[in-house]
């Protein structure tokens, strides 16, 4: 954020721009897998919403440093946070299923020794050896292919009283043989595709309803409406809004479970986006409510940071297999930012094109799909361990 605190240099605000959005992606990357290897299963998902619960508090101090500070006080703020962190997240423990996939068992120990000081860790280690175990047997699996193309273990060809070996031949005339040809690619099982369908679904659904378009975009659509309440003011009710809700989420989602969380923000973001649609209909008689676009705002974004904010990112660690985090992980997160671009790009092409109204009626659409998504789909992970969740979806069960 140093590059911001000089905005007459254009080419370091597009530098630092860049280098913060290569950080993001990082962070949304590493943490929630991060969260996910530490925390306990009966925790896991109140650990899970700190990466989103972090993000609204960050959106909330932009909104409320914007609205009393110049682009060169707000960005010496902004950069004070992540060096903060630099300085003391090094005194955190490594991810001791990290240290276990790589044969580094006493650290692993020493890892689970700081993050469970007064309990008997054995049990839970023992799981995770297995569960790193069953990922490098599939590996391996996957990888055995013989030259003759033919997966599995080799024939025996070792000589017994019944067989005589023929005497060798000499080499065919001509070129040398190549190198034997290279490992074909093999697909994942079933479970882990199952599980890799279901995150970037779980993605796509995210960034589709469109929550960064109306983020970014907030002072304009209360501007556009014309409403009685000040547009930055309004704003930072939004970002408090957006902070309570993930704070609540913290607070319910290892009670009442992933499923519930997801559905009734999909069901309640569809309410109050019909509900913008229709205040943004040319001739409605919804104009004569000012307060109605930050009513609907709020409960629109009070409800994504309930479900659809948090629990796809958490989701994510969950649902993937030790032996598909990585390429599974990275898949999923060039979707959502890849689609975090297209949605904030194209947003005022299609409200000059459609109209506020209909594109509001879209995103709508959008939640209304997502519930169904989540209604048949996906799978119910609140307080189950990973060897549990990985059966769900071997045998395709929802709880």
Known sequence: MLAFASPSRLWLVYLGRLVCGLSMGASTLVLPLYCDELAEDRIRGALGVY??????????????????????????????????????????????????????????????????????FGPEMAVMQKMVDEAAERERKRSRVYSNGVSGSPPDLSPTKESVLPAPQPPPPGPPPGPPPADPPQPPTAPTARAVCLVLGLMCFQQLCGINAIIFYTVDIFQ??????????????????????????????????????????CALMAVSLVALALYFREGSPLHAWGALPVTALSVYIFFYSW??????????????PVDAKEWGTGAAIATNWALVFLVTNTFQGFVEATGRATTYAMFSGVCLAGLAFVALLVPETKGRSQEDIQAMLQEGRLS
Not at 74 to 90: D, N, R
Not at 307 to 320: D, I, K, Q, Y
């Open 51 to 120: 990466l989103d619960l972090n993000m609204t508090i960050g959106i909330l101090f932009v909104y409320v440093l914007g609205a009393f500070l110049t682009v060169f006080w707000m960005s010496m703020a902004c950069a004070a946070v992540p060096l903060v962190f630099l300085c003391t997240f090094p005194l955190m423990p490594e991810s001791p299923v990290h240290l276990l996939a790589k044969g580094r068992h006493r650290e692993a120990s020493e890892s689970m020794a700081f993050l469970r000081p007064d309990r008997d």
């Open 224 to 265: 556009a409406a014309g409403s009685s309440v000040s547009p930055w003011v309004a704003t930072m009710v939004v970002g408090v809004v957006q902070v309570a809700a993930s704070v609540v989420s913290f607070f319910v989602v290892d009670r009442l479970g992933r499923r519930v969380l997801l559905a009734s923000s």
């Open 307 to 320: 479900g659809f904010g948090p629990l796809p990112w958490f989701m994510m660690a969950e649902l993937l």
